[in-house]
């Protein structure tokens, strides 16, 4: 894939049909979203998640339609080959679909190259107009974390055979409506794998097992960056909080003893020939001194 053509939702059509599973991740700002799509994922997504993990909230419901767009606009600033999806916040799609329309455009406006909204058959309409003012829109079904007073938290969907019903409807309406992939969190996994095979459109497994066709996770659970959280679908690929705050310990320590900054990470005074002598600069006035810390400016 050129780095200058981002994956497209017709790219990851053709991943499906060719088995070829897509790689999701989180990313919020623009660090994580050069390291992402420099390791070379095909989905970055500006997650709603963001509400639990950066701001600190017990769930998503606080977040709003400008600080999606905020984060939205950070990552696709410098992203250059992943597809950037930026969620829909709780409310920004519900009150109408005129107001969803608007606010996914204004994610678009922002870089988004699509949006996710959460829900099936229930969001069907509001799916269709969206993706009719040609957004792309990837569904999300199952453990729903925008519904989590009305789901009591979050937890697996699908375990009986009337709720797994409900799924394999949901899932058909949202790709009737015009979803190019659906995201399918905290279902069985044989309900998982048998949706991915019913479906033509590409499904995202997050707790829902091996047989879907791609599979997402929120990037600082993949990281081990948070000690407290290690719930069974999460696979942690480093433990960057001992990384972390070894390195922030260290930092500390070396302060305290004075053995940081040593030398090596300070700036020194320039000498110069002067007349046959060694002069010092940098000693008489504003202008050295900026030249000092931003650099050989002068020749
Ligand atoms: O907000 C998010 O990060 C998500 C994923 C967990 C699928 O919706």
């Known amino acids: 894939m ?21 790689t999701m991740l989180t990313a919020y700002d623009a660090v994580f ?15 709603d998640s963001l509400g639990m993990v950066v701001q600190g909230h017990k769930n998503t419901l606080p977040v709003t339609i400008e600080q999606m767009a905020y984060h939205g606009a950070a990552v696709a600033r410098v992203t250059e080959h992943a597809h950037v999806v930026v969620d829909m916040p709780f409310l920004s799609y519900h009150v109408s679909i005129e107001e969803a329309v608007r606010n996914a455009g204004l994610l678009v406006k922002e870089g988004a190259h699509s949006v996710k909204l959460e829900g099936g058959a229930e969001r069907a309409a509001t ?4 993706v009719q003012a040609q957004i792309p829109v990837m569904a999300h079904i199952g453990l729903t974390p925008q519904s989590f007073h009305t789901q009591g938290g979050f937890k697996v969907q699908g375990r009986s055979d009337a709720a797994a019903d409900k799924l394999r409807a949901d899932a058909l309406a949202v790709q009737e409506a015009g979803a190019y992939a659906v995201v399918l969190e905290g279902i069985p996994t044989a309900l998982a794998a048998e949706i991915s095979a019913t479906l033509e459109i590409p499904t995202i497994g997050i707790g829902a097992g091996e047989g879907c066709d791609g599979q997402v996770l929120v ?12 719930p069974k679908f999460v696979k942690r690929f480093a433990e960057l909080h001992d990384v972390i705050t070894g390195a922030i310990g ?7 003893t004075g053995a ?20 010092a600069t940098g000693t008489e006035g504003p202008k050295p001194l900026l030249r000092a810390v931003y650099g050989p400016t002068d020749s």
């Open 250 to 256: 260290t930092y500390i320590d070396e302060v305290r």
């Open 2 to 22: 050129s780095p200058t053509k981002p994956v497209s939702v017709l790219d990851l059509h053709r991943m499906k049909a060719e088995s070829r599973k897509i």
């Open 260 to 279: 940081f900054p040593d030398d090596a990470h300070s700036f020194g005074t320039k000498r110069q020939k002067v007349g046959g002598e060694s002069k």
């Open 33 to 47: 979203a050069r390291l992402v799509d420099q390791a070379g994922v095909d989905v970055i997504l500006v997650g």
């Open 219 to 230: 990037i600082y659970d993949l990281l081990g960056m948070d000690k407290s959280f290690k």
């Open 127 to 130: 799916i269709r107009a969206v």
